[in-house]
């Protein structure tokens, strides 16, 4: 029977499985002791496989709802596109991606729509997940690695600062290094809720939403209050501390804690425990991420990382959690709007020339624009008409989820790739059926910026294409002149020459070196080079080597609590679910344990409202209402809501508010109320 | 358009970074009397214990073009009919808005032997220069006196401890910062002051303070000496209101304003220390910034109206943690109080129509956080009310230790979502160790944390199946 070695779709762990063809047609997971999860797997993992041959699964293209041949299905999407773009332009074209995409396929998304479509309108979900740390991860060192080290780090640290990660229910293996952590040394997690995580940690501070940033500022200046600042560190290695020490001089204890509501004792506590340790880390997650100011936020605890001289040093540094299964990868490669494959800039003229020598065209498109703004022009007169999504679901994702889909209802064609029928593919003219993770070869890179092969066990069931085969087949039709391939080894080995020589070179990265050595680290630039598990240990991919300290100050939240919304509202994840849902809400044991939407809010208001444990309840913002359930619990803030994600509603709700870097909506913080149903 | 800022301390550098903010390009002049860089007075006890040096207490500017600073520069008049300002330095500056934050200064009680100028061993405390003054002579002092038990002298004593010196607080009221705290408070502080090296001397007046090569003495009412090294003076102070009164606007403690923060001269406002808002005058840095907001949209011609922020009185330093809120010396209303003297423990909550009118915590207490938002947001107080005087105990509910008493339903491994009933059924259907209950469940195969329950519970399964 056929048995291989992959890693589990969801996450950017990457936790290594095996999977195993067994009797029946059935397909059995098994553990493997990989370096990232070391065995482990949570019960999304185990019953990933239960998808595969699942009643819901698309097995035929659908246009405009019925059942079409895959030539017919083409035909229409390609004939529209020519349409459209004859009569508007080759901007009425959009593509939106996700960051579940193998790196070859958001590779190939890229060069579809720049070379290709010639349009530039490209951008993907990981706008709404990794852009903040990914912006101020570049201004701060030059090059956004989520992990600037091995995971094995995490569990080596004397002292580990989590910031808006709940990785207990998010990643749960990584606990294993929580677990060694905590053995012998101290974990500090700063979250409105006392999560699983926190519940494990050895010191919780529980803010008020929206107030990371002054936390951080806070937590700056009581390290150079108490004498924490490496001065050798930040005279030899970084550059703009003046002004950035300043900024803290302003954010004394008394200040932050009568904003975020923790204990000025706590945050000393927090920074001696960072500033003694031989050994700091500092991560932040989406929690800290997901605001109009996430990008300055994340700023704010590099310039502490930086400040403690964390970065490069040994067993210590400032790293932020990739959430989607190839979060890191599908950001390097061409998805962005503003970027080509490399994670090189769109508005780089060498850059521009590189791709348009590999990819045989006379010129490329400039930058677009992000996708909550992408999603506001789509079927406007001057907006793109037609849109093209690969492995997304915006209408449950995307943040004030009642106007996606009016836009997406304005669009004169909308065309889904998925592998069921989610409800942005439910909104679609064509439907086009695609493999699962388990019927295609491939590489992700996972959070630690560790090059990995997903391998397939399995042919995709007849009437399903590749993503990859689906593009090669529309470039066919599009009368696009240069190579287009189907096939993912050949789609990598482009990608390793469009890569080469920029920031995330993937050059030296073969399949075979991946397979030999657990993953490969990026920069890789070539066969020769080890790989780059540790960065910026002599120096920092910028201009003149340095770190820069970026001066930031707090903002409030884009809507504060006040009469009508007087409760702060913030949104999540749970273990048994994933993203957007379209896959988890179908495993029936996932579905058992978190079987439908809920609303947690604190006993204080429960009793206020007269409102029992499981009672339905309304939840209204500005923008719109759901009804949930009420699950009672002391674990939240007092003023604060929590609602995850993972169902259609819960983004009717949140702030489509952006940041002003990196265009991150605020979907951790609005404000809204709780009514009790009549 | 035009604004013109007399004061650059807390509250005229926040000015002219608000301005800023709202337009880079608004002329903003301010001028300084000190002639140091705007720096965070709150911050200056730090420099006094040695935390911190000057360059750290040093306030963020508003970055290129727009603002213009003359420090070191006094205003001596203003005509109000011409619209123009007199400096020190002689020069003449028309303006359009004008605002006065010209802060607050020391007073010196009538004492015999406490007059301008102090002696080299005697200063009071207020500003960056009086700090230098104190550290010039304090690094070579063994003690030091301080005169005044407020807020600013226990920071100073406090400060002044940390550098090893032996100090003396001498306060002629019967408790310590009697403004904010009730006598049972003031008793815990001073056995928390103890503990840091300082001796607090209560319904102490001073009579008298002589200097000489030797020291400095003080000379008390009940016929008490007290010598030290070093003598600092904390005994309150007054808004800085002289240039307000010599134009002509209204002044009462200090230079009256209205909502909008304007003085009885309509193109004349005043924000911070210097200005009394429906009659209160300031001291604390929240109102002086919310002040300067206030303005700064009033100038830029947004619609904004000053509401006091509520009082909150913090100090939060190395052995010493103090909140006051509100009227915090009261006790009519719903008074809830808790004290633990040997722990310098001390917390007061007064409750008034459901919503808290003031708190004093003192100590390490984890709901001051907590206390301190409900006070500044006026939301209802919850009906558990020792939570909130005693902070949330932050742990979670007690596990159940022994698997024996767990509830079926428990969910023992979260990330596989396996029950204690599950692992029940497990060993009921045949598994009969721990790896063989973990391949029916999947318990401990994800973080691995439920480890040592799950193996705890299959050895309380067998034991109940081999009775010993």
Request: proline share 7%; charged share 20%.
């Amino acid at each position: 029977m056929a048995q291989v070695a992959t890693h589990c779709p969801y996450c950017a762990l990457q936790c290594g499985m095996t999977l195993r063809q067994a009797a029946g047609g059935r397909v059995d997971v098994g553990t493997r002791d990989f370096p990232t999860n070391r065995g482990g797997l949570c019960q999304k993992g185990w019953t990933a496989a239960e998808l595969l041959d699942h009643p819901d699964r698309l097995r035929t293209p659908l246009l405009h709802g019925e059942p079409v041949a895959w030539p017919v299905a083409l035909d229409f999407v390609t004939g529209r596109i020519r349409e459209l773009q004859a009569a508007h332009g080759r901007d009425a074209v959009a593509v939106f991606g996700g960051g579940g995409l193998t790196n070859e396929k958001a590779y190939a998304l890229g060069k579809f729509a720049r070379a290709v479509l010639g349009t530039r309108y490209v951008d993907y979900n990981g706008r709404f997940c990794m852009s903040s740390a990914a912006a101020a991860g570049i201004r701060a060192f030059g090059i956004d690695r989520g992990l600037p080290f091995p995971l094995a780090d995490l569990g080596r640290a004397d002292t580990l600062l989590l910031v808006g990660a709940n990785v207990a229910e998010t990643m749960p293996p990584l606990g294993r290094y929580l677990t060694e952590q905590t053995e012998h040394g101290t974990l500090i997690v700063i979250d409105p809720r006392r999560t699983e995580t926190a519940r494990r940690a050895t010191l919780h501070l529980q803010p008020t939403p929206g107030t990371d940033l002054a936390i951080a500022l806070g937590l700056l200046h009581i390290a150079v209050a108490e004498g924490y600042v490496d001065r050798p560190y930040v005279a030899a290695r970084t550059t703009g501390w003046d002004e950035v020490a300043k900024a803290a001089a302003a954010w004394w204890p008394a200040r932050v804690e009568r904003l975020s509501g923790v204990p000025a004792e706590d945050l000393y506590a927090a920074v001696h425990a960072l500033g003694r340790a031989e050994r700091a880390i500092i991560v932040t997650g989406r929690g800290a991420e997901q605001h109009a100011k996430g990008t300055d936020t994340v700023s704010a605890f590099i310039n502490l990382a930086l400040a403690l001289g964390l970065p490069g040093r040994p067993g210590s540094g400032y790293g932020c959690l990739t959430g989607q299964g190839n979060g890191q990868g599908g950001r390097e490669h061409g998805q962005k709007a503003d970027q080509l494959p490399g994670y090189r800039r769109i508005d780089d003229p060498a850059a521009r020339a590189h791709l348009m020598a590999l990819w045989g065209v006379p010129d490329l498109p400039g930058a677009g624009v992000s996708a909550v703004e992408l999603i506001d022009r789509l079927g406007t007169a001057d907006g793109p008409k037609a849109l093209l999504v690969f492995g997304a679901n915006p209408v449950v994702s995307a943040p004030r989820a009642s106007r996606v889909a009016r836009r997406l209802r304005a669009l004169d064609l909308l065309v889904v790739a998925d592998f069921f029928r989610s409800e942005t593919a439910a909104l679609a003219d064509v439907v086009l059926p695609t493999a699962q993770w388990a019927e295609e070869d491939g590489t992700m890179t996972n959070l630690e910026g560790r090059v990995l092969r997903r391998r397939a066990l399995r042919e995709p069931p007849p009437g399903v294409a590749t993503d990859l085969a689906v593009l090669a087949g529309l470039s066919a039709r599009l009368g696009y002149g240069g190579r287009f391939d189907a096939e993912p080894r050949a789609v990598f080995e482009e990608l390793r020459r469009a890569s080469a020589g920029a920031p995330a070179d993937y050059a030296g990265v073969t399949w075979e070196r991946i397979d030999a050595q657990d993953g490969v680290f990026w920069p890789c630039p070539g066969e020769d080079h080890p790989g780059s598990p540790r960065l910026f240990s002599d120096s920092f991919p910028t201009p003149d080597g340095r770190a820069r300290f970026v001066p930031v100050d707090h903002r409030p939240p884009v809507e504060e609590p006040g009469p009508g919304f007087p409760l702060y509202l913030t949104t999540g994840r749970v273990l048994a679910q994933y993203q957007s849902g379209t896959q988890t809400r179908r495993v029936a044991s996932l579905a058992a344990t978190a079987p439908a939407p809920f609303v947690e809010l604190h006993p204080d208001v429960a009793a206020l409202l007269s409102i029992v444990d499981g009672e339905p309840v309304r939840v209204v913002s500005r923008r719109g209402a759901a009804v949930l359930a009420a699950r009672v619990v002391d674990t939240i803030r007092p003023d604060t809501l929590f609602a995850p994600f993972h169902w259609p509603g819960i983004n009717a709700l949140t702030n489509d508010a952006l940041d002003p870097t990196s265009r991150m909506p605020e979907f951790k913080v609005c404000a809204a109320r709780v009514e009790k149903l009549t | 358009m035009s604004v013109l800022v007399v004061g650059y301390g807390m509250a005229g550098a926040r000015l002219a970074a608000e301005l800023h903010a709202r337009d880079r390009y608004l002329p903003v002049t301010a001028i300084g009397a000190e002639p140091h860089r705007a720096y965070n007075r709150i911050l200056l006890s730090g420099v006094l214990a040695g935390k911190l040096a000057e360059p750290e207490v040093t306030l963020a500017e508003p970055a290129g073009r727009g603002v213009a600073l003359r420090l070191g520069v006094t205003v001596t008049a203003i005509d109000r009919a011409a619209r123009t300002l007199s400096t020190s330095d002689g020069d003449r500056i028309p303006y359009e808005h004008l605002v006065l934050a010209t802060g607050s200064h020391a007073v010196l009680p009538p004492i015999d032997g406490l007059a301008e100028p102090l002696p080299d061993r005697v200063a009071v405390f207020r500003t960056l220069d009086d700090c230098r003054r104190i550290l010039a002579t304090a690094d070579k002092s063994a003690s030091a006196l301080v005169l005044g038990g407020g807020l600013l002298g226990l920071e100073a004593a406090r400060g002044l401890a940390l550098r090893g010196l032996r100090v003396d607080v001498v306060h002629a009221v019967g408790h310590l910062m009697e403004r904010q705290l009730d006598p049972a408070a003031s008793a815990v502080l001073v056995g928390t002051l103890a503990g840091l090296g300082v001796t607090v001397h209560l319904g102490a007046a001073t009579t008298r303070v002589s200097c000489d090569s030797g020291g400095v003495t003080a000379a008390l009412a009940d016929g008490r000496q007290l010598a030290a090294d070093l003598a600092v003076v904390a005994c309150g102070t007054r808004p800085e209101t002289a240039l307000a009164r010599t134009a002509g606007l209204t002044v009462e403690r200090g230079i009256v304003v209205d909502d909008r923060l304007r003085t009885s001269d309509p193109a004349i406002f005043a924000i911070g220390d210097c200005a009394q808002h429906a009659g209160v005058v300031g001291g604390l840095v929240a109102p002086a910034w919310e002040q300067a907001r206030v303005v700064a949209d009033v100038v830029t011609g947004t619609a904004s109206r000053y509401r006091p922020p509520a009082p909150v009185t913090r100090l939060k330093a190395t052995g010493i943690d103090l909140a006051a809120l509100g009227a915090s010396t009261d006790h009519d209303g719903e008074l809830l109080t808790f004290a633990d003297p040997s722990r310098g423990t001390y917390a007061k909550l007064l409750v008034r129509d459901n919503r808290l009118a003031g708190a004093i915590m003192l100590g390490d207490n984890p709901a001051v956080g907590t206390v301190i938002q409900l006070f500044d947001r006026g939301t209802p107080v919850p009906e558990d009310r020792r939570a909130l005087l005693l902070g949330r105990t932050g742990a979670a509910a007690p596990a159940a230790d022994s698997p024996a008493l767990m509830p079926d339903a428990a969910t023992v491994c979260q990330c596989n979502a396996v029950t204690k009933r599950a692992l029940l059924a497990a060993w009921r259907g045949g598994a009969r160790s721990a790896p063989e209950v973990v391949a029916a469940t999947r318990a401990t195969t994800g973080c691995g944390s439920c480890a040592d329950a799950v193996h705890g519970l299959v050895e309380w399964l067998s034991n109940q199946e081999d009775p010993a």
